[in-house]
């Protein structure tokens, strides 16, 4: 059992409270046996994982095309989705089981949300996703293996938006070099439900700024510029 939505569920998900609950059964009924959570998380599924991801919505303008990177669980994409279906949403993952899991959720919840099997770093997947306002992630990878894979999907000054832990700040410092060199901006460090949750969702947000440099040091050209220059 989860034990029924807290508080803070009816501020964040509002009219929309039932889906997260039954987000969260499902979770609980099969995350461990499916490889999605681990045992101990079943008793904090609302604090760790629904309500974590889903107050990063403060920070997604209205109506944004969001990409979920190493979607796994669903988290943050379903929470996202929950909590803000104005989002044209779609989750990327490579793992075949866990596409079946997020595509059965999606369809029990009667979400609009896409599913693509397929990793960031694929020029298939690239050229299907380009052009997205946000990208998500959450305990994907370090900033500098993220950056590398997920600007790319970006539009020029859009937003990636990873889940962090208390070291954001440090690891974003470390890997800065890197981020500009995938064509991301100096970035920066924010906190989520704050007065909502006893413990805020740490998010390293980075803007896209440029095209990502190639091993010459040049900047690769965009999908968009290259659709300007062939006009």
């Not at 439900?193 to 190639?214: N, S, W, Y």
Request: hydrophobic share 45%; aromatic share 2%.
């Amino acid at each position: 059992m989860t034990g029924g939505a807290p508080e803070a569920a009816r501020v964040v998900f509002g009219e929309r409270v039932e889906l997260a609950e039954r987000f969260a059964e499902l979770l609980h009924e099969h995350g461990i046996r499916r490889g999605l959570i681990g045992p101990r998380e079943l008793d904090r599924l609302w604090e760790r994982h629904l309500l974590n991801s889903a107050v990063i919505a403060e920070l997604l303008p209205p109506q944004s095309r969001v990409v979920d990177v190493g979607s796994g669980a669903g988290l943050p994409g379903i929470p996202l989705a929950i909590a803000r279906p104005d989002l044209t949403l779609t989750l990327l993952e490579p793992m075949a089981r866990r596409v079946t899991w997020l595509q059965e959720v999606i369809t029990e919840l009667a979400l609009t949300v896409e599913v693509v099997r397929g990793r960031a770093e694929e020029g298939p997947v690239r050229e299907r996703l380009a052009d997205q306002d946000v990208v998500t992630a959450r305990a994907v990878a370090p900033m500098e293996r993220l950056a590398k894979w997920s600007l790319p999907l970006l539009r020029q000054d859009g937003l990636l938006l990873a889940m962090k832990g208390d070291s954001a700040a440090e690891e974003l410092e470390r890997d800065a070099a890197a981020i500009a060199a995938a064509g991301g901006g100096r970035g920066d460090v924010k906190s989520c439900g704050v007065g909502v949750l006893d413990v805020p969702t740490t998010v390293v947000v980075v803007e896209r700024v440029a095209a990502a440099r190639t091993s010459s040091g040049r900047r690769r050209e965009t999908r968009r510029a290259r659709k300007e220059r062939g006009r």
